[in-house]
């Protein structure tokens, strides 16, 4: 095993000490895309580790830069008076899982320098999504590392990029919701904006810069030359609106949050269903699936209104129509809903709540949700990636690293530190 190979977990309901284990013999032979990538990655929050996530669970060593004296957020999301433990968060464990953590203080130049180190004699990649003055502040941005090493990756993703007026705005999802039109469109008509649960930027730009750092890797392959990725976290959710974007760029018109409703569908929402909160969406795009719609529900009386024949006609009486529907669906159990309108060829399904989606049968086939055993936090699920590759498939097979878990190990293996360089810097507060 390398040196530099994080600490192996078992699997939820297996025996044994987390930090003992060995690696299943089956996930050990299948081989990792990214094996032999170094990637050395510095930030919080989801959108930095949410990306490097990709990268790691296909095989890339990652080593987190973080410390206990400003910690990610995420690792305090919980914290209270019978729990202090900076170990103990479930999301944060999530979000970084098959990756290394190291404990710099980069308040202290010594600090500094060993991050440097990593970078200029270690790393392949270099990510951080910090907002842009902290790089610079550190010496640490790529116009001074790349000096030194000219074919350096380096991926920096904040929420308004690295350029612009607002640039130094340090903002989160929550804001990136807003600022990039989301929430606008999100809501009803009569109403206040109200945006999705979560935060969509977080959830949006760590697809792009996984992307964007393979793309630089096959660059670096063909030509021996580093790239600079600058990301901007709402600039990724902008582009997802490109379907609204496109009407006000063709005539000016910009779209109104209109609930569930579609302007070129109706039916199209979500309807109650039997029991407490369930719900079950269903969208007819054409009038042939409507007809099927009608037929599935035994062709009552107020379906075979002539007025709702077609798509127009439907919008038309759109408040009627939902009403009928709706007393068709709340005597219907969601389930039964969706089943039976599918059998007929019409668009439903059930709006699933977090636990009908950890008993999904499709998700489970697809293993979608891995438990992991924690040493500290214990059992646990953490979610796959929502893709997987036939020959060189990724795997959740480390847990959430400990806060600076493998100092050690990375100081003495990469970095070259003797047992008593490594106890000074710990009892100086550099390594915290």
């Not at 433990?85 to 404990?103: H, Q, Y």
């Not at 795009?285 to 002539?306: C, I």
Request: charged fraction near 20%.
């Amino acid at each position: 095993m390398d040196s530099t190979t994080p600490r192996t977990t078992t699997t939820a309901g297996t025996t044994g000490d987390a930090a003992s284990q060995p690696r299943s013999a089956s996930r050990a032979a299948k081989p990792k895309a990214l094996a032999g990538l170094k990637v050395l990655e510095l930030g919080g929050g989801a959108a930095g580790p949410i990306a490097i996530r990709h990268l790691a669970d296909h095989g890339a060593t990652v080593i987190r830069i973080e410390s206990a004296t400003r910690p990610d957020f995420l690792r305090v999301l919980g914290l209270s008076a019978s729990n202090k433990s900076l170990d103990r968060a479930p999301m944060f464990m999530m979000l970084n899982c098959n990756k290394m953590s190291v404990a710099l203080n980069l308040s202290d130049p010594r600090g500094v320098a060993l991050a440097k180190r990593l970078v200029l004699e270690w790393c392949d990649v270099l990510a951080e999504n910090y907002a842009p003055k902290a790089m610079k502040k550190w010496g640490l941005d790529y116009a001074t590392l790349v000096q030194e090493k000219p074919d350096l990756i380096m991926v920096s993703t904040c929420l308004m990029g690295q350029t612009g007026p607002n640039k130094d705005y340090p903002g989160f999802g929550g804001q990136g919701s807003a600022i990039s039109g989301f929430n606008f469109l999100t809501g009803w008509p009569d109403r206040e904006a109200t945006g999705q649960h979560g935060t969509i930027t977080d959830s949006l730009a760590p697809r792009f810069v996984a992307a964007a750092v393979l793309a630089a890797l096959l660059r670096k392959q063909k030509t021996g030359e580093g790239t600079y990725i600058d990301v901007a976290q709402v600039e990724t959710a902008a582009y997802s609106l490109s379907g609204w974007m496109l009407e006000y760029f063709a005539n000016g018109e910009v779209v109104q949050r209109d609930g569930n409703r579609s302007r070129v569908a109706a039916p199209h929402g979500a309807f109650p269903c039997r029991g407490e909160d369930r719900w079950c969406t269903i969208a007819c795009h054409e009038d042939a699936d409507w007809q099927r719609l009608v037929a599935a529900m035994g062709s009552p009386e107020w379906a075979r209104d002539a007025r709702l024949r077609t798509v127009a006609g439907r919008k038309q009486h759109e408040d009627e129509l939902e009403r009928g529907l709706a007393s068709w669906t709340s005597e219907r159990t969601a389930e039964d809903a969706m089943a039976l309108l599918q059998a007929a060829g019409v668009d439903a399904g059930v709006v699933e709540t977090c636990r009908d989606l950890n008993a999904d049968p499709q998700l489970a086939h697809r293993g979608h949700f891995h438990p992991v055993r924690h040493v500290v936090l214990g059992d646990h699920t953490c979610e796959a990636l929502g893709y997987a590759l036939s020959r060189t498939p990724g795997a959740i097979e480390q847990p959430g690293p400990l806060l600076g878990e493998h100092a050690t190990l990375v100081l003495h293996d990469i970095l070259d530190l003797s047992d008593e360089e490594v106890k000074s810097l710990t009892a100086e507060g550099v390594l915290r």
